[in-house]
Structures are given as structure tokens and as C-alpha cells.
């Protein structure tokens, strides 16, 4: 039980608490110290959003937890300086840089398979995002193909950069 209530300030109940109930210590929690509630991991102001992933789209099973990744979309736009009304183009374009992975695939916490190596079978990556920046991510999910590059985790620096098409690409 909490015997010292500067012990339970700042912190969440997990779960139903009723009136008059004894205060556990082990119901309370901090933002970002559950391994078992995903929502705790959420910052106040932030929002998790999952999108789907293959082994290409997800850099072969090699995201993980609190890794940062960009997000990329390939997506048909109509291009501004075609004559025709029909004409589309496939550009490639960053959506959002240097997004915290909060989950790879359905578990918060990292887990190892049988011979202890990092388990790696995922199909799903759950990223950290403002409310903006998740709207764009599921449009671009919506719209087109995610792809999500690993940062390096040195790496705080914003590449920032400019879409790309099919008639920027040299051929070699």
C-alpha cells in the first residue's frame, strides 16, 4: 500500500479504484514506465498510430522498440505541369522524420524467441506521433505505400530533402 502520498503524486492508476479503497503501489504508474499498456507509453499531446509493414517496408524485421524511423509514401499525384487533366505521376515523398517506434508488431516489450535472439515476425509498426503528423501518416497509408527508413540512433539530425519521381532518377 502507499503509506506516503508524495509516493502517488504525478502518477496513473492502473486500473478501477473505488472510494475508500487502499491505494497499491504496484496499481500506479508513470507515463512511459509500462511494458504491459501501450497507452502509458503515449505522451500527454501525442498519439500512437500503426501502419502495416512487409519485410521491405519495415527494413527486414530490424525496427524495434524505441528505435526512430522516417516515413516515406510512393504515391500517384496529378502532376501541376502536365497538359493533360488525366496525367498522374509516382513520386516518393517524406512524410513525417525521426518518429519514436513504440511497438514492432503486438508486443510492447522487446521479446526474444527461443534461442534468445531478438524477435524480428512483424507485420504492423506502431509509431509516436503529434496529432498532425498521424493524420498524415494514415492518409499516406490510405493513399499510397509506407515505407520506413531506420535512423541511426546517433542520428538527430532533420535530411530533410525533396520529393522524388521516376524523371529524377539517372539511368545508368
Not at 44 to 60: F, K, Y
Not at 90 to 110: F, S, Y
Not at 121 to 131: C, E
Request: one cysteine or more.
Amino acid at each position: 500500500a502507499v503509506k506516503n502520498s508524495a509516493d502517488a503524486v504525478g502518477k496513473i492508476c492502473d486500473g478501477t479504484t473505488l472510494a475508500g479503497e487502499v491505494l497499491l503501489s504496484g496499481k500506479l504508474k508513470s507515463i512511459g514506465e509500462s511494458n504491459d499498456n501501450l497507452a502509458y507509453l503515449v505522451e500527454n499531446g501525442m498519439r500512437a498510430v500503426s501502419v502495416a509493414v512487409d519485410s521491405v517496408s519495415g527494413v527486414s524485421g530490424y525496427i524495434h522498440n524505441n528505435d526512430h524511423v522516417d516515413v516515406l509514401v510512393t504515391i500517384d499525384v496529378r502532376d501541376p505541369q502536365a497538359q493533360s487533366q488525366g496525367s498522374n505521376k509516382v513520386i516518393t515523398t517524406v512524410v513525417a522524420e525521426d518518429i519514436q517506434v513504440l511497438a514492432a508488431g503486438a508486443t510492447i516489450a522487446d521479446t526474444l524467441t527461443e534461442d534468445g535472439a531478438q524477435s524480428s515476425s512483424y507485420n504492423t509498426v506502431t509509431l509516436l506521433a503529434d496529432p498532425e503528423t498521424a493524420r498524415q501518416i494514415v492518409f499516406a497509408a490510405q493513399e499510397g505505400r509506407i515505407t520506413l527508413i531506420l535512423r541511426s540512433v546517433t542520428d538527430q539530425g532533420k535530411p530533410g530533402g525533396s520529393s522524388i519521381d521516376r524523371y529524377d532518377v539517372e539511368v545508368w
